[in-house]
């Protein structure tokens, strides 16, 4: 039972690397950039931001005390009075795209084959409606759904592109070698998992010295390049 335990993590963690190098193998622009990010300077553009796990009552106090925010989201609607119906992603999320139909007790109502079939079939509304008013639609960062389900749902062409979102790792080497941030990617991913089954599994009072300021008991090094920037160091392992 050990052995075939070892056996089955060490290919766990050889697909890892596998998966991270591939990621950043790529320093120029996906070839799906222009149908994800380009938008008409004549006519009327739509652009969504879902902030994952941000409080909305927060929005207005952020922009009041700084006017650099308030200046650049110049245009946009702020909807103080929304909720999600759920308290998670999982669930609060299939309502924001799918409406009230989609919220959990009305999907909890009807006949689906699962959970991923019932997301993949609450975008069809909103994307079908906004191809009837002849936008161009593009997703990025779907997820708890495939863009294969969501395609078999919504009328036919009626998505430019549509990325789940593992599709920002195509963007770091590009983004890297742009503003001459050099990455190393030093990270051992076997010794990685070890240290975060660790944390898992420890006492809160011990947690701050494992995770170490994100070096995670030095698994992971600061590198100056990163600190130069003023940014913040992402190492994205794939799981």
């Given at each position: 039972m050990i052995l075939s335990i070892y056996v089955i993590y060490i290919s766990f963690s050889n697909?890892?690397?596998?998966?991270?190098?591939?990621?950043?193998?790529?320093?120029?622009?996906?070839s799906y950039n222009n149908d994800l990010s380009s938008y008409s300077k004549s006519k009327k553009n739509i652009v969504v931001f879902m902030l994952d796990m941000f409080t909305g009552d927060h929005m207005l106090k952020i922009i009041n005390e700084n006017k650099n925010i308030s200046d650049a989201l110049n245009g946009f609607v702020y909807y103080p009075d929304t909720l999600t119906s759920g308290n998670h992603t999982l669930s609060g999320e299939i309502g924001i795209h799918g409406g009230h139909q989609s919220i959990p007790r009305n999907i909890n109502k009807k006949e689906y084959n699962s959970i991923t079939d019932a997301i993949s079939k609450s975008y069809a509304p909103l994307i079908n409606s906004l191809h009837e008013k002849s936008y161009d639609i593009s997703l990025a960062g779907v997820q708890f759904a495939t863009c294969n389900d969501i395609r078999n749902n919504i009328k036919p062409n009626s998505l430019k592109t549509c990325k789940d979102i593992s599709y920002e790792s195509d963007y770091v080497n590009y983004f890297a070698k742009k503003n001459k941030i050099k990455i190393n990617y030093t990270v051992n991913d076997n010794d990685f998992l070890l240290v975060y089954g660790l944390f898992s599994v420890s006492p809160y009072v011990f947690r701050g010295e494992i995770y170490n300021s994100g070096q995670w008991m030095h698994v992971i090094e600061k590198k100056n390049s990163c600190q130069q920037y003023k940014t913040i160091c992402i190492f994205k392992l794939n799981y």
């Open positions: 697909n890892i690397n596998t998966t991270l190098k591939k990621a950043i193998s790529n320093d120029t622009i996906p």
